[in-house]
C-alpha cells in the first residue's frame, strides 16, 4: 500500500504548517516562518502572501510581519477563542446580561476586523440578535473602536493608511482623523459607544475585558435597540459592564 506521505501536496503542507505557527505566536516575519517551516525566504513571503490574499494572515501593525487573519479566528479558533477561553469568559458574560438586561459579547480584534467571539443574548422581546463569529470594520462598532483605543496613534493609521473610511451606515465615521479623534475620547472616557454606526436602530457601549496580545486582549459589549439607549441609560450601561469585567480586566482587582 502506498504510504500517506505519497499523496502529500508540497505547498499546501507548507502553508497548513504556516497556518499552525499562529497558534503559538502572535506574529511571523518571513525569515521566522522561514526557520520554522525549514523553507527558504522567498517560499515563506509566498506562503504567507497567499494567506493574507484568502483572509488567513494580515499584516501586524508593526509593518514587520504577519498576524493571523479573520478567517482563521473564525474557522480555526486560535489560542484565545477555544473553549477554555469560554469557560473563563461565561461567567462574565453571563453577570454582564444579568447586569445590563441586554444582549452582550465579548469582541477580539483582527487586523481592521472585529470579531464577536461569545455572548449571552437578552431575553427582552425586542432585542439585538446575538450572532457568533460575526465580523466587521473595527471602525464601524463599539466593541471594534474600544479595541483600536488600546493601539497607539501610529498603529492605528498602519491599519488605515488612507484618509477615507468605507461607511457601513451613515453613521459611521468616515474618515481616519474622525476615528483619531473618537479613540482620543475614548481613551479619556474608558467606554466606546456607537449608535447605529454598524447598524441602524442599534446602539452598543463596549469596555476593556482582558488580554496583553491578540489573543486574548477582549472587549466587552452590550447592545441594545436605540430607544433603550438614552444618554443616562448608556452611562450606567457602561458602570455595569465595568463592574462585571472587573475580574479579567488588567489593573482592576480580581
Known sequence: MTGTGDYTIASLDTGLRAMRLFLTHDTLTVTEAAERLSVGRSTAHRVLSTLESRGFAIRDTSGRGYAAGPELVR???PAGFGRAARERLGPVLADAAGRTGETVWS??????????TDGRESA????????????????????????????????????????????????????????????????????????????????????????????????????????????????????????????????QPS
Open 107 to 116: 469582541a477580539a480584534l483582527i487586523g481592521d476586523q472585529v470579531i464577536v
Open 75 to 77: 474557522l480555526g479558533r
Open 124 to 251: 427582552h422581546p425586542v432585542r439585538v440578535a446575538l450572532e457568533l463569529g460575526r465580523t466587521g470594520p473595527a471602525h464601524a462598532g463599539a466593541g471594534g473602536l474600544l479595541l483600536l483605543s488600546r493601539m497607539t496613534a501610529d498603529q492605528v493609521c498602519a491599519l488605515y493608511p488612507y484618509e477615507e473610511l468605507e461607511p457601513v451606515t451613515p453613521a459611521t465615521l468616515t474618515s481616519r482623523t474622525a476615528l483619531l479623534d473618537e479613540l482620543a475620547l475614548i481613551r479619556r472616557t474608558g467606554h466606546a459607544v456607537s449608535r447605529g454606526a454598524s447598524v441602524p436602530g442599534m446602539t452598543t457601549v463596549a469596555v476593556p475585558l482582558a488580554g496583553s496580545s491578540w489573543r486574548d486582549r477582549l472587549a466587552l459589549v452590550a447592545a441594545a435597540p436605540a430607544d433603550r439607549s438614552g444618554d443616562a441609560a448608556l452611562a450606567e450601561r457602561a458602570e455595569r459592564l465595568r463592574e462585571s469585567a472587573a475580574p479579567l480586566t488588567p489593573g
